[in-house]
């Protein structure tokens, strides 16, 4: 246990700072501060030396220089059971420093509210970083807070040991430190090398997580899982549970399926996802519950223990729908007091709130990553402009097809290649998924529309990728399918138009391709 006579205090972030000082000054620990902090400690009453005082040097050229002092990281870093260390020390008129109360310029925030590039720069912290590395480097001699998290866990322990912190708390605190500042430095580095445009990939990728939760296993029981959110977070990573059990790995990676479904829409949407495709999807201007009653009907046996995503919040109508079936998770921007009455019922299903004022969270547009053995692949979101469809068969879709061909497409981009999706009347009818031939998803997603007595004649096809062959053409139109949309691409292009013909159909080429492996 070592005492804490001295601490520096210097925060952007002034949450709870003033009791925290407060704690410490009764503690017996005497306060040197900076800038707007000692202003406002000031005002608290509480005794403080300001930092230009302590050095000797006035706080100078705009502020960048306030700490940067032998008389401060001397007192830091002098190691106090060696005799050298306390010799020049006392040489210097140099006092040791017990203590680091600081967090750093608000750097993520404000490139995150949109900013100039000089803006930017005088938000990169150096003392802060400076001092915080210094005391952590030394944290068996000082004691380093960068957290208001940790206040009152550090103030109830000094005060439960005479103003003494142990090692272990001051290692624990040391380590939180130089997390913050790799992130830090990584947040610094990811925006200037961005500043060349998202297409530039930065010859160093740097990326930091914070731990919001450990999980029970990953995929498998075998497995230990944790789930991190990235940098500032959004999305999914600060979605509220409401109700039910903790969430798994294989939830939490179906409720990001879902949620990226259902934002896809603008109408009131459903999808339902089960082990990260869709068993069904759907959208109805009469509001939430009919879109989930339709995108039940594409497959209900899927569904059982799925989860559903919804852009418009949960009412009770919706929860007694939901009633009905055993399911995994629902995930909404809301729901309201008689639909949480209703699902609670419920002991296990978890209900998760995301995004604000009744949406969904956009797309934040961050890179997709993918891991391999000995690195990473990293690739822009698939979130292109809408296609410019072309229409390469005689006959022109109708505005029916053309509305349903676009709800297809859009489903299309959310299911494991390969991929067929038929659609009719705002929902999926037959969804193929995930296999290595491209006719064996067109038969999957046929026999599937059959299995939930959907009739699939006068229904819409969207193909991920291009046809090989015209087979799945001709299969399509025995079906009674009556419009396709697709890459297009193939070298037999001309043979797979040439069937539509053939077959009265409409089909129309996008240019654009939604592998997803």
Same mark, same amino acid.
């Given at each position: ?41 000031? *005002? ?91 005391? %952590? ?46 992130? &830090? ?72 399926? %879902? ?32 879109? &989930? ?62 995004? *604000? ?12 990553? *993918? ?52 659609? *009719? ?93």
């Amino acid at each position: 246990m070592k005492k804490v006579r001295r601490a520096i205090v210097s925060v952007t972030d002034k949450s709870g700072i003033e009791d925290f000082v407060k704690r410490l000054e009764a503690a017996g620990v005497e306060i040197i501060s900076t800038g707007g902090t000692a202003e406002l400690l000031k *005002k608290a009453g509480v005794d403080v030396i300001p930092i230009s005082a302590y050095t000797g040097f006035p706080e100078m050229l705009d502020g960048r220089v306030k700490t940067l002092h032998p008389k401060i990281h001397g007192g830091i870093l002098a190691m106090r059971d060696n005799p050298e260390h306390r010799r020049q020390m006392e040489s210097h008129d140099i006092l040791p420093i017990d203590m680091i109360v600081v967090n750093l310029y608000a750097f993520e925030e404000t490139v995150a509210g949109g900013c100039t590039l000089e803006e930017a720069i005088e938000n990169i912290d150096i003392g802060g970083p400076t001092m915080i590395r210094a005391a %952590a480097k030394n944290f068996r001699d000082v004691a380093v807070v960068t957290d208001p998290a940790d206040y009152d866990a550090v103030m109830e322990e000094m005060e439960r040991n005479g103003g003494a912190l142990s090692e272990a708390t001051r290692f624990e605190l040391a380590k939180k430190v130089f997390s913050l500042t790799a992130r &830090y430095d990584g947040a610094v580095s990811n925006y200037l090398t961005g500043l060349d445009g998202p297409a530039a990939f930065p010859s160093t990728l740097t990326m930091q997580f914070a731990k919001v939760q450990d999980l029970r296993y990953g995929e498998n029981p075998h497995q230990a899982a944790a789930f991190y959110r990235e940098g500032r977070g959004g999305g999914l990573a600060d979605a509220v549970q409401l109700h039910g059990k903790e969430l798994s790995f294989n939830n939490i990676l179906d409720l990001h399926s %879902a949620m990226a479904l259902a934002s896809e829409f603008d109408a009131p949407a459903a999808a339902i996802i089960k082990h990260n495709n869709p068993c069904g999807a759907a959208c109805s201007e009469a509001g939430p519950a009919e879109a &989930y009653r339709k995108a039940l009907e594409c497959d209900r046996s899927s569904a059982f223990g799925g989860i559903v995503a919804f852009n418009r919040p949960v009412t009770a109508d919706v929860a007694r729908e939901l009633s009905g079936i055993f399911l995994e998770a629902v995930i909404a921007p809301g729901f309201d007091d008689e639909a949480l009455d209703i699902l609670r019922k419920k002991k296990n299903i978890r209900l998760m709130a995301a995004g *604000k004022g009744g949406r969904l969270p956009e797309p934040d547009g961050r890179l997709d990553i *993918k891991r391999v053995s000995g690195g990473v692949l990293v690739q822009e979101p698939d979130r292109p402009e809408p296609p410019r469809l072309r229409t390469v068969t005689r006959r022109e879709p109708t505005a029916d097809e053309l509305e349903g061909l676009a709800f297809a497409w859009r489903v299309a981009k959310h299911v494991k290649s390969n991929v067929i999706v038929l659609a *009719k009347d705002g929902r999926t009818v037959g969804i193929g998924a995930g296999q290595m031939s491209r006719i064996d998803s067109t038969k999957i997603a046929v026999m599937k529309a059959g299995d939930a007595g959907l009739d699939v004649r006068g229904s819409v096809l969207a193909s991920d990728a291009f046809f090989p062959f015209r087979d799945n053409v001709d299969l399509a139109a025995e079906n009674g399918v009556t419009a396709i949309i697709q890459p297009g691409g193939s070298i037999r292009d001309d043979e797979v138009i040439a069937a539509a013909d053939e077959h009265g159909m409409a089909m129309v080429f996008t240019g654009v391709r939604h592998f997803r492996h």
